[in-house]
């Protein structure tokens, strides 16, 4: 079972960048895609991004895309999430997410999630 624990949330204001961290503790890391999922309060938690395993391909949320960069660094066995111009509606609780089949394109390809990290947007 992996575990996966997530850092770098917080509180700012509309157009400002934050750079999600995610631990992965899994010596198979390099196997699995990865991905970030994110629930807003009395929403269904919705997928933002997935990165294949080795990060070749990515896939964003048309909501996200051309704002939010998925990497990873497979030494470190990290993974992260840039977002720039962030937006009020960005504003949700972040997770981390593996998928050990290295699918990485929609919300049901992912197996395990880590605790979240709150990211909050004020205008």
């Known amino acids: 079972q992996v575990q996966l624990v997530e850092s770098g949330g917080g509180l700012v204001q509309t157009g400002a960048s934050l750079k999600l961290s995610c631990a992965v503790a899994k010596y198979t890391f390099d196997r699995y895609a990865m991905g970030w999922l994110r629930q807003a309060p009395g929403k269904e938690r919705e997928f933002v991004a997935g990165?294949?395993?080795?990060?070749?391909?990515?896939n964003y949320a048309d909501s996200v895309k051309g704002r939010f960069t998925i990497s990873r660094d497979d030494a470190k066995n990290m993974l992260y999430l840039q977002m720039n111009n962030l937006r009020s509606e960005d504003t949700a609780a972040y997770f981390c997410a593996a998928s050990p089949s290295g699918r990485y394109r929609r919300l049901a390809d992912f197996e395990t999630w880590g605790q979240g990290t709150q990211v909050t947007v004020s205008s």
């Open positions: 990165l294949s395993p080795v990060g070749t391909y990515t």
